[in-house]
């Protein structure tokens, strides 16, 4: 790939002579200015699912804050006229290090929701994680995604059957891989979404995955036929309950009038809330799922070298360093900070990816430095879809790449794997 080739100097140019005409690109470059547009597009509850995080944000900071301590250290005199950000991971070659992170509830920011995202970014050839709590069934959003390739991230329900069929559904629509989010077991303090008293789950948003399922479909017919609180009391209706019966009348597939007399929509909701994730996890189950799948297996959420360490020897494919982006523990260790000590312990037995706080290029480069073999994106495409949709997504996702091209031009590296030879300074006080 020559300069003029790159996706560096593609991007860009094509930004400043698009502004010539007086067009400017689908989401804003400046993250902070991306933020700012996406937090005026979005409604109260919509904002505070994907920018809320636990407790006082400790860890959100910490996540961003952590990048600050590593700064690059450019070299010079070094011929960078051809530059390739190709990778191969899983036995797949890749365009970039760079994967669309799973986000569930995708409706809050756009009313198209996964199919919109998948028709913005099928064509850059990322890998997108369809999330478990996806706003359209994954057969609908692979179909969307084409060629372009995809992982299933599985949060790992109480009921047996449930996860079986969700990951056979998984290899059926192609999924290259199986992403099991470890530290959503439990939901953490989200303190603005608990201001609004908001859970999207409970307004049937962010579960196609489950009512599109056979599995969770007869445990909702189960339920319905055997009712445990038949003869409990029911409140009395309110503005927002007849809103969310509404809601989850809507999701629920069929008719809507047939489905605001029907007891199932309700059931469903209720049947989420009983089986969603598993608190008893504990490693032995892994082999389980080595019998379920012949997909790699990643785990999502590991901090500390012991867990990596565990991981390995469990069998599984890769590690995904992420603190779920702040969103579980607040005060929890930044995942950058948790990488290099992670990076070593695996002594390249298996991928490690990293996850959560990155907002630009330079922080993709940061994070490949310190030893990540590729990097998950969430926030920031999510914010360019809520702004311009399917464009807006892909304008986010093109401004990160153009932005790694040419960080790796400015400092003297040619491919990934020199990112990480060059390695990265430290702050000193």
Not at 169 to 178: H, S, T
Not at 310 to 317: E, I, L, Y
Request: charged share 25%; proline share 6%; glycine share 8%.
């Amino acid at each position: 790939m020559s300069e003029q080739e790159s996706i560096g100097r593609r991007v860009q140019s094509r930004i400043y002579r698009e502004g010539l005409f007086g067009r400017l690109p689908a989401a804003p470059v400046e993250p902070r200015r991306l933020e700012r547009a996406a937090r005026r597009k979005m409604s109260a509850r919509a904002w505070a699912y994907v920018a809320g995080s636990a407790g006082q944000h400790r860890t959100d900071a910490a996540n961003r804050a952590a990048f600050d301590d590593h700064p690059i250290v450019p070299r010079m005199l070094v011929d960078v006229s051809a530059r390739e950000l190709g990778v191969e991971l899983l036995g797949r070659r890749l365009p970039a290090p760079v994967l669309l992170a799973p986000v569930g509830a995708l409706e809050l920011v756009h009313s198209r929701s996964d199919i919109e995202l998948a028709e913005g970014v099928g064509e850059l050839g990322l890998p997108v994680v369809i999330s478990t709590q996806g706003s359209r069934p994954m057969e609908e959003t692979a179909a969307t995604l084409g060629d372009c390739p995809r992982w299933f991230q599985l949060y790992w329900s109480s009921n047996d059957d449930l996860v079986e069929s969700l990951v056979r559904r998984a290899e059926a629509v192609g999924c290259d891989a199986l992403v099991v989010t470890l530290d959503t077991h439990t939901l953490g303090w989200r303190t603005m979404d608990l201001d609004l008293g908001s859970l999207p789950f409970v307004r049937a948003e962010g579960i196609a995955q489950y009512v599109s399922d056979p599995v969770f479909r007869r445990l909702v017919e189960e339920r319905v036929t055997n009712p445990a609180s038949a003869g409990e009391p029911r409140p009395r209706p309110t503005r927002s309950a007849v809103a969310a019966a509404v809601s989850m009348a809507r999701h629920w597939p069929g008719n809507l009038r047939e489905n605001l007399r029907s007891p199932l929509p309700r059931a469903a909701v209720e049947t989420f809330l009983e089986v969603f994730s598993r608190p008893s996890l504990t490693w032995s189950d892994l082999a389980t799922l080595r019998e379920r799948t012949r997909m790699p297996v990643l785990l999502k959420g590991i901090q500390h070298p012991a867990d990596a360490a565990k991981a390995v020897d469990h069998g599984v494919d890769g590690l995904i360093v992420s603190n779920h982006g702040g969103r579980q523990v607040d005060g929890a260790v930044a995942s950058l900070r948790a990488l290099p000590a992670i990076v070593r312990e695996i002594e390249g037995r298996v991928p490690v990816l990293f996850d959560s706080g990155i907002r630009s290029g330079a922080d993709i480069y940061k994070a490949l430095a310190l030893g990540a073999d590729a990097v998950l994106i969430g926030r920031p495409w999510v914010y360019g879809l809520s702004v311009g949709g399917s464009a807006g997504a892909r304008a986010v996702m093109e401004h990160l790449l153009a932005e790694l091209d040419l960080t790796m031009a400015l400092t003297g590296a040619r491919t990934i794997a020199e990112i990480r030879e060059l390695g990265l300074g430290q702050v000193t006080s």
